[in-house]
C-alpha cells in the first residue's frame, strides 16, 4: 500500500521558516518524480516544486524562486520542502505528490498558515 504522509506544517509569523517533510512508503521512491503542491479555497491545486528521483530539481512556481527549496533524501524516501521568508500569500494546504507515468500518488495535505 502506497503511503505520502505530510508533515511540518503549522502557523508561522511573515518572514519565518517551516520545513515540509513527505515520508513515503509502498512506492520506489527512486522512480518517482516527487513534488510539493500547495492549494488554497476557491483555487486549483498548484505546483510549488518538484524534484526526480536523481535529485534534479526540475521546477520552482515562480512565487516561491529564491525562497523554497526542494530536497530528496533516498535512504529515508523523504521529500522536503524548506521554505524561508514566509509570506501571508503562501498560506495554503501543501500536499505531497509522487507521480510515475500515469500513476499519481497525493498525501492528505498539511496545513500552513503565515501571518501578517
Known amino acids: 500500500q502506497v503511503q505520502l504522509v505530510e508533515s511540518g506544517g503549522g502557523l508561522v509569523q511573515a518572514g519565518g521558516s517551516l520545513r515540509l517533510s513527505c515520508r513515503t512508503s509502498?512506492?520506489?521512491?527512486?522512480?518517482?518524480?516527487m513534488a510539493w503542491f500547495r492549494q488554497t479555497p476557491g483555487k486549483e491545486r498548484e505546483v510549488a516544486a518538484a524534484?526526480?528521483?536523481?535529485?534534479?530539481?526540475?521546477r520552482y512556481a515562480d512565487s516561491v524562486k529564491g525562497r523554497f527549496t526542494i530536497s530528496r533524501d533516498v535512504a529515508k524516501n523523504t521529500v522536503s520542502l524548506q521554505m524561508n521568508s514566509l509570506k501571508p500569500e503562501d498560506t495554503a494546504v501543501y500536499y505531497c505528490n509522487g507521480v510515475l507515468g500515469g500513476t499519481n500518488y497525493w498525501g492528505k495535505g498539511t496545513l500552513v498558515t503565515v501571518s501578517s
Open positions: 509502498g512506492l520506489t521512491f527512486t522512480s518517482y518524480t
Open positions: 524534484i526526480r528521483w536523481s535529485g534534479h530539481v526540475i
